[in-house]
């Protein structure tokens, strides 16, 4: 159990800036050799591992362009970043854009990922008498506030009937709410993969409802407002984006492999990364009418338990330079 705990805590723990690579070489599709002075600042979260990916593809060789990865908590830390110019673009889950833009910060959405939603869930112990979300009612709940569990959370409750003030939220980040759910100091933890993952393998946690049932399992890519105002800056994420579908497509043919080796980075066994990538593997998407409407599902009920202010439009975050 420790050893499980202390994984969880590096796996979600805030890492310090890391120099990923500067080359000076091209290759097709790539930006210009100009940007050989420009340095990309990019942010990254361990459980979702775009830098790993990308070396493990090799799309992080000869970039024409210095780039520096941090790794960040969840998204909501992350969505600040960015907005303070401490970092270029990230990728984020379907929720902290959201209150972003309620927050008038400053960014946009560049680009969207999917992967299934099962590995979103509301998870309870293998011994539970909490079977569905309607047992929820009156119990503690652990989410981390402002992700896309939370958002999972809210908009199951309402499928059932339910209000986010029949239940106590418990918001903690994903190693402290694998931890109160294991000591039983909650009876339910809304989390996302590899943590899902990881409690299903090492613990026998079982899913009571996932984002399947109400919710998406978008991710995005977020920008800074001045990152997407400067043209070399553009270059390089519009390069950089190219080079990460190709990872993700790599990573789909030989999914044994990243799987693996994600096992080893995140330091999970090897069975909850490959249940993780066989689910969560995230691909780039458009950003579609459908797309657009299901983020503002999530940001209209955000605002209906006063989490936001009411007039939040999702569509104004993106940015359509990236979308051609």
Known sequence: MKRTRYAL???????SLALSGCFSGSHEGSAPTSLGSLTLKVGDQKGVAVQQLMQAAGQLDNTPYRIEFANFTSGPSLIEA???????????????????LAANANFKIVGALSATAIGDAILVTKDSPVASVADLKGKRVAVAKGTS???????????????????????LQPGDGYAALTRDDVQAW?????????????????????????????????????????????LAIKDFLRRFAVSTDWAQKNIDQWSTTYAKLAQISPQAARVTMSRSLRRPIAITDEVIKSEQQIAEVFASVGAIPDKVSFADGVDQDFLQ
């Open 82 to 100: 960015v907005s303070a110019g401490g970092i270029d673009i990230g990728q984020v889950g379907n929720t902290p854009p959201i209150f972003g």
């Open 149 to 171: 569990a939370h958002a999972n959370l809210l908009l199951n409750l309402r499928r059932t009937g339910l209000t986010i003030n029949d239940i106590t939220p418990i918001y």
């Open 9 to 15: 805590i590096a796996l979600a723990a805030c890492a």
């Open 190 to 234: 809304v989390t996302w993969d590899p943590y899902t993952a990881i409690a299903e393998q090492n613990v026998g946690a079982k899913a009571i409802a996932t984002a399947e049932d109400a919710s998406n399992a978008f991710n995005f890519w977020v920008a800074s407002t001045e990152s997407v105002s400067d043209s070399r800056k553009v």
